[in-house]
């Protein structure tokens, strides 16, 4: 998944919209974005929402409330019937996934849906608390589909701005994004770069996008419909990536007992053999 688009679950016009606005998935907010006299109404329509779409004309997912607030549980009795591809669990801790688990175990089993069929993605830098255990998801659940962060309740917990004056990431969200990213391959699951929030700043966006390219994050959570072309150009893959995937593949295919090799008059080696296979969505040799 290149992007991944917020839409207040409580907002009949905005989730009716989102199923022409080119996101690879929808996230059916049921937190932030939704008001607390509206939930009830965000439940309704997120499950009607799910009902009558289904994954094979987009991906879709549900972010409930945080474990701890005591809200989740109904936000899962309201949706998980309706088959999601998977929930968001924000202010995450690595324990919140195994509870999660269960959570839906029960809840698959009650809808007669497989169990282990409802993915989790986790939102997992927005405390600090959860900073420290970034390390600490490898093995917590087979359903962990990614791991992503966010700065802005970070910064309210810190009672800081997230910015610099030059626009850049201050020092501790810096370091939330790169645990995320460390995080996430520690556990083999996808890292998901962070909302932009300036949706009228295309040249911002795609910078930040593709400066998460280059670090590993595979795509990026988007908060406007005007932000998805951006962020599903940067995060596909080009035709010159695609190239020389290819060749990597195909030099190490006719060396297979090779550790370097030389291409272009560049030396590669095994580590650009799993990058290949990545942009081309290959699983990892000898998987």
Known sequence: MRSLLFVPADSGRKLA????????????????SVAPPNRVTARRQARQFLDANGPDRVRRYVRVNPLASGLALDDLAATVAGRPDGILVPKCLPEDVRTADHYLAAFETAAG??????????????????????????????????????????AACLGGNNRTAAGEYDGPYKLARSLCLLGAAAAGVVALDTIYTDFRDDEGLRAECAAAKRSG??????????????????????????????????????NSDAGTLALDGKMIDRPHLVLARRLLGLAAAGS
């Not at 919209?17 to 937190?31: F, M, P, V």
């Not at 998805?228 to 593949?249: H, K, M």
């Open 17 to 32: 919209r989102s199923l022409d606005s080119g996101a690879d998935a929808l996230i059916l907010d049921l937190e932030d």
């Open 113 to 154: 849906i497989p169990v282990g069929r409802t993915r989790i993605i986790a939102i997992a830098s927005e405390t600090p608390a959860a900073v420290f255990q970034l390390g600490g998801y490898a093995a917590t659940s087979p359903r962990l589909e990614a791991i992503t962060w966010g700065a802005e309740d970070l």
């Open 217 to 254: 994050f595979a795509g990026k959570m988007a908060i406007h419909p005007a932000q998805l072309a951006a962020i599903n150009a940067v995060f596909s893959v080009s035709a010159e990536e695609r190239t020389w995937a290819e060749r990597v593949v195909a030099a190490f295919a006719a």
